[in-house]
């Protein structure tokens, strides 16, 4: 059926571009045996046009993931389009599959707080030995 009363437009959808800082991930276990250290190598991304003096907070985003390190660590200056890197450690008390999250970042100029939670999953296992390994 042709209504030639109707006409179509195109539409131009942006994504929103609101996002000022992103963490990613760039190294990270899929699995860890239960109360063993694990190291997590996230890279900061300044997207806002400001310069940023950066600080990291930890959280107990799950009560079986305990943070190693100091939380409220300064971790230096974060230039506008520029990126960061740094490691956080961390040690699982119960097996099971495991959101890692309560990453907090401050930009100590703007005081603005930005939250990271299930930044990723990983699997924690009562033995030494991996699973799934014949």
Excluded: Y
Aim: a negative charge; hydrophobic letters at 40%.
């Amino acid at each position: 059926m042709n209504d030639s009363n109707q006409s179509t437009k195109d539409v131009n959808l942006k994504a929103p571009t609101d996002v000022d800082v992103k963490l990613v991930v760039r190294e990270a276990p899929d699995a860890v045996a239960i109360e063993r250290q694990f190291k997590i190598i996230c890279k900061l991304e300044n997207f806002s046009s400001s310069k940023m003096e950066v600080k990291l907070f930890l959280t107990s985003a799950a009560s079986s993931l305990l943070w190693c390190g100091v939380s409220g660590k300064l971790l230096g200056p974060l230039p506008p389009n520029s990126t960061l890197d740094f490691e956080l450690h961390g040690i699982f008390t119960r097996s099971g599959l495991h959101n890692v999250g309560g990453v907090q970042i401050l930009d100590t100029n703007s005081t603005k707080m930005f939250d990271f939670n299930d930044i990723f999953q990983i699997l924690v296992h009562s033995t030494d030995q991996l699973p799934f390994q014949p």
